[in-house]
């Protein structure tokens, strides 16, 4: 068999057999191996190689070696290796560090809408937690004062930030209890999403494990697995309001896992833990000798009178790195506004924290512009509190959402307590769902409107999909009835 790479050994062995993707997947499911639909269309598309575990299933149900396709792989990779070299010959391949990192909030089912809109499709984009083209703007103030700030911030900052946005975040963490942090634990950057990809390259070695919950915001498993560590999926009780289930959690913890990570309130299902929550998480972290990393980047987008807590604050003796922004709170996720705060253990840290300052010189500095607002951000009026109380806006459409669903026959969801994401339930066997990325495709198909499903977010069976109720009442209830009369006759 020519071997150009394992896209093609895949698709000359299905086809060998007779096999699609589906039949790939059910022989797999038969053989008592699951194999998502999404990993698998990467495999065959060639975008993404398989770990050695699926190789292996994919080896068996194709009944060939699994060395056959790792020497597949390596064709691939090799391509062109000793040959002559000729111009616009080559393909550029990207590097193996990608192989199983997934990013499905923007993965294949949202390319598929970017398609059809450039086909002259109008798309109702209930994906992504954006929420300024949804008529969420700025609070005023804060626009103003980057203007009057701009000519300022021509320069790089220093590599942690500006002293004034780090005095505000460092007054913020006392305010939430956060013991012990000095302006030097203090780090801004571009989002809350630079520094999580940053922390997780300071602190991973090939094959250390990091407790990631299931479902999560997937850039937590996508940076886990692009810094060479492996992401353990801890489970989120759905029975129990979607908190963590600590049982879980202990049996997964190994000699390898280094850290836990939290991302409280929750995205995507809006679950806000109470003290007793982070009490279970914070004993295990410390019998486990666990470095605690928390995403609390909706932290003050919680409602009906839930208070959050920062788990650092009941950690002084753990070391802590607690994550926020303003992209959320202050509906400036273009402003790439974030930062992260180390506290408690510092001590036992040094070492790692060694690396993340390096990791931070070498990215020079955070978007000074999105610095200088920090501090008028973080105090004064807070205009979402606004929008989280009755007849406001985030609060009125999350009640909307979140009855609409409920009454849809075979729909079931949790009241979510904060943020902007709803996670809801579908009863699989009424509709016979075997795949949420195809529910997710046929959805968009038929009634232009574009869901995340569960899969994207780390989530093991394919029951859930996740709804962004950031547009107003009147678009979100013409949503909720199209996809009421989808499911009418929905069978998969
Ligand atoms: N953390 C969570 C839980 C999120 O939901 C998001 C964005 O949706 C981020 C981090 C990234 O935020 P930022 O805009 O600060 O990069």
């Known amino acids: 068999m020519e071997s150009t790479g394992l896209s093609d050994t895949l698709r000359q062995l299905m086809e060998a057999r007779g096999l699609t ?25 060639g975008k993404v190689l398989p770990r050695r575990d699926a190789m292996e299933v994919l080896a068996q149900v194709l009944g060939v070696e699994a060395d056959v396709l790792a020497a597949a792989c390596e064709g691939g990779r090799d391509e062109g290796r000793g040959q002559e070299r000729t111009a616009g010959m080559g393909q550029i391949k990207k590097s193996r560090k990608l192989d199983n990192v997934l990013y499905d909030v923007r993965g294949p089912v949202v390319e598929e809408a970017e398609r059809m809109e450039r086909a002259g499709a109008s798309i109702l984009k209930l994906n992504i937690g954006n929420p300024a083209p949804f008529g969420f703007r700025a609070p005023d103030e804060v626009v103003f004062d980057m203007a009057d700030q701009l000519v300022d911030c021509e320069g790089y900052s220093s590599s942690k930030g500006l002293f004034s946005a780090r005095k505000a975040i460092m007054q913020y963490s006392q305010i939430k209890g956060i013991p012990s942090v000095t302006i030097d634990d ?65 049996s997964k913890i190994t000699r390898r896992t280094k850290a836990l990570v939290i991302i409280n309130p929750n995205n995507p299902t809006g679950a806000v833990y109470p003290r007793e929550v982070l009490q279970q998480l914070v004993d295990i972290a410390r019998e486990f000798d666990l470095a605690v990393f928390s995403d609390e980047i909706y932290d003050r987008l919680c409602m009906d009178g839930c208070e959050h807590i920062s788990i650092a604050s009941m950690a002084p003796d753990l070391f802590c790195v607690t994550f926020s922004g303003l992209s959320k709170s202050h509906m400036v996720a273009g402003y790439r506004v974030g930062w992260m705060v180390l506290s408690g253990n510092k001590a036992r840290a040094r ?20 610095q200088s607002i920090v501090q008028t951000s973080l105090w004064g009026h807070q205009s979402v509190n606004d929008y989280i109380v009755p007849g406001g806006r985030i609060y009125d459409q999350r009640n909307f959402v979140y009855e609409a669903l409920n009454a849809i026959p075979g729909v079931s969801a949790v009241k979510p307590s904060a943020a902007f994401y709803i996670f809801p339930k579908l009863d699989v066997r009424r509709f016979n769902i075997t795949d949420d990325e195809r529910f997710a495709f046929d959805l968009l ?30 678009d979100l209830s013409v949503a909720v009835r199209k996809l009421e009369a989808f499911l009418a006759h929905y069978r998969q």
């Open 445 to 474: 198909h038929e009634t232009k409107i574009l869901v995340v499903p569960g899969r994207g977010f780390n989530w093991a069976k394919p029951d859930h999909f996740r709804v962004v109720y950031l547009p107003r009442i009147e």
């Open 21 to 45: 993707q589906a039949g790939l997947i059910q022989q797999a499911a038969a053989m008592g191996y699951s194999l998502g639909k999404s990993q698998v269309s990467q495999y065959v598309s």
């Open 186 to 250: 203090v780090y801004t950057g571009n989002g809350v999403s630079e520094l999580i990809n940053l922390c997780m390259s300071a602190l991973l070695d090939s094959g250390d494990e990091v407790l990631v919950p299931s479902p999560d915001y997937p850039l937590w498993t996508a940076c886990v697995t692009l810094a060479g560590g492996t992401p353990v999926h801890y489970v989120c009780d759905e029975e129990a309001g979607w908190y963590p289930d600590m049982d879980d959690i202990r």
């Open 351 to 370: 070492d790692y924290i060694l690396g993340l300052n390096m990791l931070c010189n070498m990215r020079m500095c955070s978007n000074v512009p999105g």
